[in-house]
Antibody
């Protein structure tokens, strides 16, 4: 079954880091780019960055540069997104999504709550 | 970076046709993709560009593009089409296909109400 599996939720304190995971299955992991997209409560979608699972090369949206790191583990077909120096405004659902011309496969998202 | 502009809300009578638009300078160079998102669910790709409808998406969904505007048209809207719709597109690019130097941007979303 072609799918992206993400953990349901995480709770972090302000100033901490979160490392969200996204495990791919049912297709060739290295053949598709992976993106991270977040959605704050009641808000729209925001693109965070892209990783090439084959080479590991990344590009991050300007507003997250210096605070986000995307990596992959080809042995487990998993991509990771680490966001540091968390603040309350980072409370959101973090989705991984596969694709280049249209994101055709999405995970269910991980709700990251930043609260003291 | 570029922006993509969508109308915040659109309504359509059941069975009628509705067009949802997305405007941005980068649409002169790159195609838009369209996503449907229902409450509590992840987005679903419903159309890309002007001719790519993913498997399983009803053929009442279609896409078009002209100048700096991309459109998603729903011909014969159904009650189950009520949702938020987002467009996205590549923003800037160094034309590298290894992923580096490529940026994407989403529109603010359109809430579609089926009356």
């Amino acid at each position: 079954q072609v799918q992206l599996v993400q953990p349901g939720s995480e709770v972090k304190k302000p100033g901490a880091s979160v490392k969200a995971s996204c495990k791919a299955s049912g297709y060739t992991f290295t053949s598709y780019f992976m993106h991270w997209v977040r959605q704050a409560p009641g808000q729209g979608l925001e693109w965070m960055g892209i990783i090439n699972p084959s080479s590991g090369r990344t590009t991050y949206a300007q507003r997250f540069q210096g605070r986000v790191t995307m990596t992959r583990d080809t042995s487990t077909s998993t991509v990771y997104m680490e966001l540091s120096s968390l603040r309350s405004e980072d409370t959101a659902i973090y989705y991984c999504a596969r694709g280049w011309g249209g994101f055709d496969l999405w995970g269910r998202g991980t709700l990251v709550t930043v609260s003291s | 970076s570029s922006e993509l502009t969508q109308d915040p809300a659109v309504s359509v009578a059941l069975g009628q046709t509705v067009r949802i638009t997305c405007q941005g300078d980068n649409l002169r160079k790159y195609y838009a993709s369209w996503y449907q998102q229902k409450p509590g669910q992840a987005p679903v790709l419903v159309f890309h560009g002007t001719s790519n409808r993913p498997s399983g998406i009803p053929d009442r969904f279609s896409g078009s593009s002209s100048g700096n505007t991309a459109s998603l048209t729903i011909t014969g809207a159904q009650a189950e089409d009520e949702a938020d719709y987002y467009c996205d597109s590549r923003d800037s690019s160094d034309e590298s296909r290894d992923g580096s130097g490529n940026y994407w941007v989403f529109g603010g979303g359109t809430k579609l109400t089926v009356l």
